[in-house]
């Protein structure tokens, strides 16, 4: 049963996961502009390509490049087509590093109401140990007072003594 219940925690991890990863509006232009890509270069690939014999080819020749999979079963031949395939290699590398990244920022603000706590009562802490640090200094100062005051006195007393002998 206590796998039951992990899977279940997992599958909740996974939903809010997806609902955060919805919130960023920058994640959807990305995929959005990714998307639009691999059809206008897929499109594109079929119209100047001759080994590329239709429009869902185009698209998937586009799609495995520019997601770096490559698997080879449609390739461009011409050099327009090869030079467009190495334009959306880049913009393959690009894609990735940033939804990467985006995803990335989604996870780590996830918890970011965790560190603010945190860093709280860290704050919290602190001024209470400054507290007792002035408490103690101030304790300090009192105490070398009064043993100057003592040094004062027995150094006096000490002179008292040597002027009666």
């Known amino acids: ?33 990714a998307t639009m890509a691999t059809l206008v270069v897929g499109l594109i690939l079929f119209l100047i390509d001759p080994n590329i014999k239709s ?28 030079l467009l395939a190495a334009g959306l290699i880049l913009f393959g590398l690009v894609f990735f590093s940033l ?10 603000g996830r918890n970011m109401h965790v560190l603010g706590m945190d860093v709280q009562q860290i704050e919290q802490e602190t001024g209470r140990i400054q507290t007792g640090e002035s408490r103690i200094l101030e304790e300090l100062a009192r105490l070398h007072e009064r043993m100057a005051a003592l040094e004062k006195q027995l150094s006096s007393n000490t002179d008292q003594d040597r002027s009666v002998n």
């Open 99 to 108: 939804f990467t990244a985006l995803i990335s920022v989604a996870l780590i």
């Open 1 to 33: 049963m206590r796998w039951l219940a992990e899977c279940h925690n997992a599958i909740q991890w996974g939903n809010n996961l997806r609902i955060d990863l919805f919130k960023v509006k920058n994640l959807k232009h990305l995929v959005l502009l």
């Open 55 to 82: 429009p869902l080819d185009g698209i998937w020749s586009a799609w495995v490049t520019m997601t770096h999979v490559g698997f080879g079963d449609v390739v461009p031949v011409s050099f327009f087509g090869r």
